[in-house]
Nanobody
Framework: VQLAESGGGSVEAGGSLTLSCSFSGYAPNAYCIGWFRQIAGKEREGVAAVDKEGRTFYEGYLKGRFTVSRDNAQNTAYLQIPSLKPEDTAMYYC???????????????????WGQGTQVTVSS
């Protein structure tokens, strides 16, 4: 599976972005599409995920701030981030994994395929 993120950029606090993840390849290996971010000097953390049926999963403390979605016809997943804060500054990645019981994990080690990332910078 190949993945490519887009939509990052530099915005002021309070602004919004919608990140896109275009994916291709063997479909069963993209059952889950996860979004992760890595803040400089910190471990990569899960943000949200969506499975092929459209079920969504969120990292607990971020639920309500982000909205994840997926368009299977376009082979694209999205991450909407309204009301950006400076602490949201990070490299954002999308990743893919095959089906697993229990839903789509929020842990980066559970994902096999990764995009190159898109930078989001939020200024105060």
């Amino acid at each position: 599976v190949q993945l490519a993120e887009s939509g990052g950029g530099s915005v002021e606090a309070g602004g919004s972005l919608t990140l896109s993840c275009s994916f291709s390849g063997y479909a069963p290996n993209a059952y889950c599409i996860g979004w992760f971010r890595q803040i400089a000097g910190k471990e990569r953390e899960g943000v949200a995920a969506v499975d092929k049926e459209g079920r969504t999963f969120y990292e607990g403390y971020l639920k309500g701030r982000f909205t994840v979605s997926r368009d299977n016809a376009q082979n694209t997943a999205y991450l909407q981030i309204p009301s950006l804060k400076p602490e949201d500054t990070a490299m954002y990645y999308c990743a893919a994994r095959k089906f697993a019981w229990g839903g789509c994990s929020m842990h980066f080690a559970e994902y096999t395929y990764w995009g190159q990332g898109t930078q989001v910078t939020v200024s105060s």
